[in-house]
């Protein structure tokens, strides 16, 4: 691959869904998460918690605080769903705590792998916008904080592979047309080459759902993390580009047309419909608004699905347990209300022949 190839490509929102910045970080006066007692755990939390609600911040009064172990399952997978916390963070929830942005944008967590985790997340393609964000609370938060830094390593971290400059950028990637040929295995090899990683839909140790991939930064001793950041969005540049050949290569296949109006179809009728069904519908779905199939659905309204019809947090948003059966039920009416019938262009419509045309 080429690094600078595709650099200058623009609006990439019809393949990059969204953005994460995540900075990690410890405190110098104790020890890693994985050696903490339970009051030194208490005693972060509420360093962190203090430091980050009685800053300077202009958004302080924005955060608030979570404390995880009060939380449901339904409440803490649905932090997972939504991609404001990790799997590994809920795996055990005592002594862990969040700070969540009033938007969700930002989230803190609290004595996870490391003591700080910073997020900064937004839709589509916001690499500097949101490393600036996320730099300017690591900022404000070292400056009260006395982050863990080593002049020869960088910022120390329980995992050496995070040692540096602590950060991974990540995109998340809709790529149904490199799926569909095939080409992923030979892309994933050929990134990790390069310093990169493709992953699943919740990051480390997952798998893709629907065709929707994580792309991050391996790399994080010896590189600056502008560097990092340049480097994911050139590459990201180029599977843009790459999935837009091979959905050209695919727009006029009669079978893969078929299997994006069927999704549609079942997405607009069905009574009943499992989580993993309606993610590869709403998959195929996508595909066919990327590829100008349907003039009435956009990118925010799927991409919005994707969240919501989520397991816990379908039942975290109507307030109660649901059984499957339920879940399957309410999923499926959610997604019929909220896909229009479309427009669909001319160029793919079966125009009906007059009887007098025939003859």
Do not use: W
Not at 44 to 51: D, G, M, Y
Not at 130 to 149: G, M, R
Not at 305 to 311: A, K, R, T
């Amino acid at each position: 691959m080429s690094v600078n190839k595709y650099s200058d490509l623009k609006n990439v929102n019809d393949v990059v869904i969204s953005t994460r910045i995540r900075f990690a970080r410890n405190l110098r006066e104790f020890p890693f998460p994985c050696r903490l007692s339970d009051e030194n755990k208490r005693k972060v939390s509420s360093i962190v918690k203090e430091a980050v609600l009685d800053g300077h911040s202009a958004i302080a009064h924005r955060f608030r605080y979570i404390q995880m172990s009060e939380l449901t399952q339904e409440e803490a997978v649905s932090l997972v769903e939504r991609h404001l916390v990790s799997p590994e963070f809920i795996s055990d929830r005592q002594g862990r705590g969040l700070l969540l942005l009033d938007d969700e944008s930002v989230s803190i967590m609290i004595n996870e792998e490391d003591h700080v985790r910073i997020q900064v997340i937004g839709s589509g393609m916001k690499l500097d916008e949101l490393y600036d964000l996320a730099d300017k609370i690591d900022t404000l938060l070292d400056e009260q904080l006395n982050f863990a830094f080593n002049e020869k390593l960088g910022y120390l971290t329980q995992c050496p592979t995070n040692i540096g400059t602590g950060m991974r950028a990540s995109l998340m990637l809709h790529l149904p047309a490199l799926k569909e040929s095939g080409a992923m295995n030979k892309i994933s090899a050929s990134l990790s080459k390069l310093g990169l990683a493709l992953r699943g839909l919740y990051g480390e140790g997952t798998e893709p759902s629907g065709a929707i991939y994580q792309l991050s930064n391996q790399v994080t001793l010896g590189i600056t993390e502008k560097e990092a950041i340049k480097n994911l969005r050139d590459i990201a540049c180029q599977l843009v580009t790459q999935e837009r050949n091979a959905r050209e290569t695919l727009s006029h296949n009669i079978n893969v047309l078929d299997s994006i109006y069927r999704s549609y179809g079942l997405l607009l009728y069905s009574r009943l419909m499992s989580n993993n069904e309606c993610m590869k519908l709403l998959s195929n779905v996508r595909f066919g608004v990327e590829m100008g199939l349907f003039e009435n659905i956009d990118f925010d309204t799927v991409n919005r699905l994707i969240i919501e019809i989520q397991p816990a947090t379908l039942m975290k948003n109507i307030g109660k347990k649901l059984s499957a059966q339920e879940r399957d039920h309410i999923r499926a009416e959610l997604v019929r209300t909220a896909l229009i019938q479309p427009k669909i262009p001319a160029s793919h419509r079966i125009e009906k022949q007059s009887t007098e045309n025939r003859e």
